[in-house]
């Protein structure tokens, strides 16, 4: 499903040139279950931009179902990715004023088409997220552990290929961080493709599989 080929990315500043992936190879098969592994500044958040089509590589090979990616333009990236990501970050990025159902619902003012059932959707992945007496709560005055199931619920709110998760727990309690991984392993039993960034090994063994970055390169 995603292959991903000799990627080397390099930031220029000030005429200073940083080289942050350096020609990483891997690819990840429909309904997988992958951990991206690696210490602070190893280059994953990187990576993990790249594979969710929010940021271009500087070199290398991209191919998701079989679409070259890096030759696509800016317009056909955006419109792949809305159809194929959702993404989950460690900072909730909820609207704190605004109510769960209307912070699941976000997404699809993007969508060329916006559902009929679009309400009834949400209500029915809060539910499922554990968050059904939640629903018309302000994101402020939910938990942390709840918010990042409200993320997650608005991850899905498209129906996407892919789950991208980026340091999903870094902001929790241990509790909340089990149970955000529970909802994370039911989301595989359904055979949704995830793949999760993360620096913390307990949350990389709940994967398939893991891949290890050190200095901009896959270990192994």
Same mark, same amino acid.
């Given at each position: 499903?995603?292959?991903?080929?000799?990627?080397?990315?390099?930031?220029?500043?000030?005429?200073?040139?940083?080289?942050?992936? &350096?020609?990483?190879?891997?690819?990840?098969?429909?309904?997988?279950?992958?951990?991206?592994?690696?210490?602070?500044?190893?280059?994953?958040?990187?990576?993990?931009?790249?594979?969710?089509?929010?940021?271009?590589?500087?070199?290398?090979?991209?191919?998701?179902?079989?679409?070259?990616?890096?030759?696509?333009?800016?317009?056909?990236?955006? $419109?792949?990715?809305?159809?194929?990501?959702?993404?989950?970050?460690?900072?909730?990025?909820?609207?704190? &004023?605004?109510?769960?159902?209307?912070?699941?619902?976000?997404?699809?003012?993007?969508?060329?088409?916006?559902? $009929?059932?679009?309400?009834?959707?949400?209500?029915?992945?809060?539910?499922?997220?554990?968050?059904?007496?939640?629903?018309?709560?302000?994101?402020?005055?939910?938990?942390?552990?709840?918010?990042?199931?409200?993320?997650?619920? /608005?991850?899905?709110?498209?129906?996407?290929?892919?789950?991208?998760?980026?340091?999903?727990?870094?902001?929790?309690?241990?509790?909340?961080?089990?149970?955000?991984?529970?909802?994370?392993? &039911?989301?595989?039993?359904?055979? &949704?493709?995830?793949?999760?960034?993360?620096?913390? /090994?307990?949350? $990389?063994?709940? $994967?398939?599989?893991?891949?290890?970055?050190?200095?901009?390169?896959?270990?192994?």
């Amino acid at each position: 499903m995603i292959k991903i080929k000799d990627i080397e990315k390099t930031y220029s500043k000030n005429s200073v040139e940083t080289k942050v992936l &350096r020609g990483v190879t891997f690819s990840v098969q429909r309904g997988e279950y992958v951990a991206i592994m690696g210490a602070s500044g190893s280059g994953k958040s990187t990576l993990m931009n790249i594979i969710g089509c929010l940021d271009r590589p500087t070199k290398g090979q991209y191919e998701l179902d079989n679409i070259n990616v890096l030759q696509l333009d800016d317009d056909a990236i955006s $419109a792949l990715r809305n159809k194929k990501f959702g993404f989950v970050f460690q900072q909730f990025f909820l609207l704190e &004023r605004t109510n769960a159902l209307d912070n699941v619902l976000l997404p699809l003012i993007y969508t060329d088409e916006y559902p $009929a059932d679009a309400i009834q959707q949400a209500r029915k992945l809060l539910v499922n997220v554990g968050l059904g007496d939640r629903i018309e709560y302000f994101a402020n005055e939910l938990s942390g552990g709840q918010q990042q199931r409200v993320a997650i619920a /608005r991850s899905l709110i498209n129906n996407p290929d892919v789950i991208i998760a980026d340091e999903p727990t870094g902001n929790l309690d241990s509790e909340s961080a089990a149970e955000i991984m529970k909802i994370f392993s &039911r989301l595989h039993e359904e055979r &949704r493709t995830i793949i999760i960034v993360t620096h913390d /090994r307990d949350v $990389a063994g709940n $994967a398939q599989r893991i891949l290890e970055l050190k200095d901009g390169q896959i270990k192994g």
